[in-house]
C-alpha cells in the first residue's frame, strides 16, 4: 500500500520569509501522481498541483515551486515570500496510475504566517 | 461549471437519528470518492465509484455507513445510526478517469453528533 508522510505538522515563520514544506511518499507502483492541496480555515480544499510520476521537472507558478526528486521519493513544497493569506493546512497527496485507492493523503502541514 | 456540490454544508444531529450526505459530481465525471476528515486521522478514503458502481468500499467504517450512487448525478452517504465518534468533515470528490487529470473535492459537509 501506499503512504505519504508529512514530518512537519506546525510550521510558523514571520511574513516575506521563504518556508518549505516537505513530502515523502512511497509506493511500488511505477506510475503514480503527486499532489499538493491547500486547506483554508475555510475548509475546503484547493487543488494547487499534479505532477505525474514520469515527469520531474520542477515547476513555479507565482511565488510556489515545486521539487520533485524520484530517487528520495520527495515531492517538496516552497512558498516564496510568505505572505499571511498562505496560512493554512497543506496536504500532500499520491494516487496511483491505476486509479485504485483514489487519493492518499498525508496527515498535513499546518503553516501559519505571522505579519 | 459549479464544481463538486454537497449538501448540507453543516450538520447537527443527535446521537442515534439517522444522517444523509448528499453530493452531487461534476458532470461528465466518471468517479466519485467519499473522504472523511478527523483530527485524529486525517483524511481518509470512505468509498469510491467508477461510473455509478461502488468499486472499493474497504474503507466504511461500520455496517452503519452505507454508500449510493443511484445515477452519474448523484450520491449519497448515510449514517443510520449515527454516533458521536462520526462527528467529522465528509468530502466528496469526483474525477475524470484515474488519478491523472486530478480530483475537485466539494465544500464538505461538517458533521456533529451530539
Known amino acids: 500500500a501506499q503512504k505519504v508522510t508529512q514530518a512537519q505538522t506546525e510550521i510558523s515563520v514571520v511574513e516575506k520569509e521563504d518556508v518549505t514544506l516537505d513530502c515523502v511518499y512511497e509506493?511500488?507502483?511505477?506510475?503514480?501522481?503527486l499532489f499538493w492541496y491547500k486547506q483554508p480555515p475555510s475548509g475546503e480544499l484547493v487543488f494547487l498541483i499534479r505532477?505525474?510520476?514520469?515527469?520531474?521537472q520542477n515547476e513555479i507558478s507565482g511565488r510556489y515551486s515545486w521539487n520533485f526528486q524520484k530517487s528520495t521519493s520527495s515531492f517538496n513544497f516552497t512558498i516564496t515570500a510568505s505572505q499571511v493569506v498562505d496560512s493554512a493546512v497543506y496536504f500532500c497527496?499520491?494516487?496511483?496510475?491505476?486509479?485504485?485507492?483514489?487519493?492518499?493523503f498525508g496527515k498535513g502541514t499546518h503553516l501559519i504566517i505571522q505579519p | 461549471d459549479a464544481g463538486v456540490i454537497q449538501s448540507p454544508r453543516h450538520e447537527v444531529t443527535e446521537m442515534g437519528q439517522e444522517v444523509t450526505l448528499r453530493c452531487k459530481p461534476i458532470?461528465?465525471?466518471?468517479?466519485l470518492f467519499w473522504y472523511r476528515q478527523t483530527m485524529m486521522r486525517g483524511l481518509e478514503l470512505l468509498i469510491y465509484?467508477?461510473?455509478?458502481?461502488?468499486?472499493?468500499d474497504s474503507g466504511m467504517p461500520e455496517d452503519r455507513f452505507s454508500a449510493k450512487m443511484p445515477n452519474a448525478s448523484f450520491s449519497t452517504l448515510k449514517i443510520q445510526p449515527s454516533e458521536p465518534r462520526d462527528s467529522a468533515v465528509y468530502f466528496c470528490?469526483?474525477?475524470f478517469g484515474t488519478g491523472g487529470y486530478g480530483y475537485t473535492f466539494g465544500s464538505g459537509t461538517r458533521l456533529t453528533v451530539v
Open positions: 470528490a469526483s474525477s
Open positions: 509506493t511500488r507502483d511505477t506510475t503514480y501522481y
Open positions: 505532477r505525474n510520476s514520469f515527469d520531474e
Open positions: 497527496a499520491l494516487s496511483l496510475g491505476s486509479g485504485a485507492d483514489g487519493l492518499t
Open positions: 458532470s461528465g465525471h466518471d468517479y
Open positions: 465509484f467508477n461510473n455509478n458502481v461502488p468499486i472499493d
